[in-house]
């Protein structure tokens, strides 16, 4: 869109470039992806002229590539690790409850994702109430991995609990007490501590 003082063409005076603009514009809606980039300074040579917007724009497309991979590893990596679930599930149902522990350990390892990772999928598993099982042991894999990790204890600790599951959550939230006081982590210790007092309100209920 660059400004010309004495233009040549219809399209170089400010009623064609108004046209020209709207033509960009149509073109580009069409696209879900991308970037319109508008620069009055240049004209057919942005390389030379505004070379930073070339730069800009190929990092851009690295940048994206770069987080499009990353995505579909993880989906990769979750399409194989559903495949660990089902089978580890199946083992349950049928009381192979240690080669359901072996399936889904080895897949989890496989995976290669980190504590954080399997948190938020064995939370995310939580809200499932036939999956229960399952669950537990997704959040067990956690605490037997990372095994200094208070939050690794109280969140298996939180699913038993959830699973009315009392005094194994009590041990959980006991042993993550331990390590968050070691490590001086206030969140996760003043957490299972609170998760406790709530296991001494149900108990009063029962």
């Given at each position: ?5 004495n233009p ?24 879900t ?14 390389h ?12 851009q497309?690295?940048q ?9 590893e ?18 349950l ?5 240690q080669?359901?522990e ?5 897949g ?17 598993q ?5 999956n229960m099982p399952?669950?537990?042991?997704i959040?067990?894999?956690?605490t037997?991995?990372?095994a ?5 204890f ?5 699913a038993?609990m959830?699973h ?9 939230f006991e ?13 996760t ?6 998760n406790l007092e709530?296991i ?7």
């Amino acid at each position: 869109m660059q400004k010309r003082e004495n233009p040549e063409l219809f399209l170089h005076e400010p009623k064609g470039v108004e046209v020209w603009r709207n033509l960009h514009n149509d073109f580009f809606s069409q696209f879900t992806s991308g970037a319109h980039v508008i620069t009055a300074a240049s004209g057919h040579n942005i390389h030379r002229e505004e070379p930073e917007l070339v730069v800009n724009a190929i990092n851009q497309v690295v940048q994206a590539a770069a987080k499009e991979k990353v995505r579909q590893e993880h989906v990769a990596k979750m399409t194989a690790l559903d495949g660990n679930f089902v089978q580890a599930t199946a083992y349950l149902k049928k009381k192979k409850e240690q080669k359901a522990e072996t399936v889904l350990f080895n897949g989890l390892k496989a995976s290669g994702f980190d504590e954080p990772t399997i948190n938020t999928i064995a939370y995310q598993q939580l809200n499932n109430p036939t999956n229960m099982p399952l669950t537990l042991l997704i959040f067990k894999y956690n605490t037997v991995t990372y095994a200094s990790s208070a939050n690794a204890f109280d969140s298996y600790g939180e699913a038993l609990m959830k699973h009315g599951k009392l005094k194994q959550a009590e041990v959980q939230f006991e042993k993550a007490i331990e390590l968050a006081t070691a490590s001086n982590d206030t969140s996760t210790l003043q957490n299972s501590k609170g998760n406790l007092e709530k296991i001494k309100l149900l108990k009063k209920t029962k």
